[in-house]
């Protein structure tokens, strides 16, 4: 008796280890209430293997005990398959819902660049209508270039055929 006494003892965890142990996961847990029930039903269940798993132990206790036991080990595994699908089933959204803010982001970004592009390519047709409107007054008699103006090349075009008409007076602008 005093050997299995010494043998429970043993196996048994030290009771300020476990108040260490389970200060620690108060602190860093921020899950539900249901995780902390299963915390407790696992913790509970540990301390009776703990006190009833070395052989002489089981072997004292009666059929109904171990019967008992028994359904306590399959209740807790049930519990903890379900806890588990749960928790894999959250992790499977958590991911699938990254990849799409990744791929929304990876889209956005993809507009973006385009809008830029797209800015940046007007601005140059822009650009290079005012120096084609520009390049293309040389004068050949009194034709006029073929090409379509931007409105300020059609304001310089008209300024300056109304400094032709009336006189250049320097830098008035009509």
């Given at each position: ?136 007054r040389i004068e050949k008699g009194n ?32």
């Open positions: 008796v005093i050997e299995e006494i010494e043998e429970m003892m043993q196996n048994s965890p030290d009771p300020e280890e476990e108040e260490e142990v389970l200060e620690e996961e108060d602190e860093g847990e921020t899950s539900s209430q249901a995780d902390s029930v299963l915390l407790q039903e696992m913790q509970a269940l540990t301390q009776t293997f703990n006190n009833n798993w070395s052989y002489e132990g089981l072997r004292h206790m009666s059929g109904s005990e171990l019967t008992e036991l028994l359904d306590q080990v399959e209740g807790a595994i049930r519990d903890f398959s379900e806890e588990l699908v749960q928790q894999l089933a959250r992790r499977d959204e958590l991911e699938f819902e990254k990849e799409v803010k990744n791929s929304f982001i990876t889209v956005l970004i993809e507009v973006q660049n385009k809008q830029k592009e797209q800015r940046e390519l007007m601005k140059k047709r822009r650009k290079e209508k005012g120096l084609s409107l520009q390049s293309s034709q006029m270039p073929l090409k379509r103006f931007s409105m300020e090349g059609i304001s310089n075009i008209l300024q300056s055929g109304i400094r032709q008409t009336f006189g250049s007076s320097g830098t008035d602008k009509q």
